[in-house]
């Protein structure tokens, strides 16, 4: 379910009145709007790069572990967000991966058992197959970037080509926008000419803390960014509870 732009119209304006900061025209929320969705969904694709990161650092990287669960959460806020697709799509030749932003990476062993890659360094590579002893007894999948949308994936027994697929990001949520007509001179929603957020339902809070940010930084007002700053402090509470 979307985020309902007028709900976090109403939100954002009751919230900005309660601290007497005054009042944000339909345009102003619509670009912070806009830019409070885009900084939470690219959020996304950093907390991504930065699980699989410590994952590598870790030594874990493709081991069904905490941080395993942890890609898998984001990944499923990627495939909740309208305008988004996720799926699993092959890795040309088992070097080029497919257009949109990558997730996992898996190669298909003789048994038809779909593993996940580790990312390890090159170097890691050339010392396995220096050593005869080594590289027979080395039976995973490993993967190590080989360029601009390019990997190279490897076993003991040299590089694999052929079964390799990836989970693959496309698209971006759509432009958010609170639509209106005047009415006695004021802004009256006009649910036929707004859009949605494209976020989560669980992201309602954190669009809200985002908008109020943009807007206090915006008019340069203190007051407001400590009013965001309140409500987010609140919201984390909330979620630990």
């Given amino acids: 379910m979307a985020i309902n732009v007028d709900t976090v119209y109403q939100t954002v304006q009751a919230l900005a ?3 007497q900061r005054g009042y ?20 996304y ?23 395993g669960d942890s890609v898998q959460v984001i990944m499923d806020k990627f495939r909740e967000t309208t305008g988004v697709t996720v799926g699993f799509a092959n890795v040309a030749g088992g070097t080029d991966l497919p257009v949109g932003r990558t997730g996992r990476i898996f190669a298909t062993d003789d048994n038809g058992i779909r593993k996940t890659l580790r990312l390890i360094d090159p ?28 990997i190279q994936v490897w076993t003991g027994t040299g590089q694999v080509t052929t079964g ?16 209106y007509t005047i009415v006695n001179e004021k802004p009256l929603w006009d649910p036929g000419s707004s859009q949605n957020f494209g976020l989560p339902l669980a992201e309602q809070a954190d669009v809200v803390i985002n908008i109020l940010k943009l807007a206090g930084i915006s ?14 402090q609140l919201n984390i509470q909330q979620e630990n509870k």
């Fill in 17 to 19: 009145n309660k601290e």
């Fill in 24 to 43: 944000l025209t339909p345009q102003e929320f619509n670009l912070f709007a806009i830019q409070a969705q885009q900084d939470i969904f690219e959020q």
């Fill in 45 to 67: 694709i950093y907390d991504l790069n930065a699980v699989k990161l410590r994952a590598r650092q870790m030594g874990i990287e493709g081991v069904n572990r905490e941080l």
């Fill in 123 to 150: 170097d890691e590579i050339q010392d396995l197959l220096a050593s005869r002893w080594h590289a027979a007894a080395f039976d995973e999948f490993v993967y190590f970037e080989d360029g601009n949308r390019r």
């Fill in 164 to 179: 390799i697929t990836c989970e693959n990001i496309v698209g971006r949520p759509p432009l958010v926008y609170w639509g």
């Fill in 219 to 232: 008019i340069e007002d203190p007051e407001l960014l400590s009013a965001a700053a309140r409500e987010e």
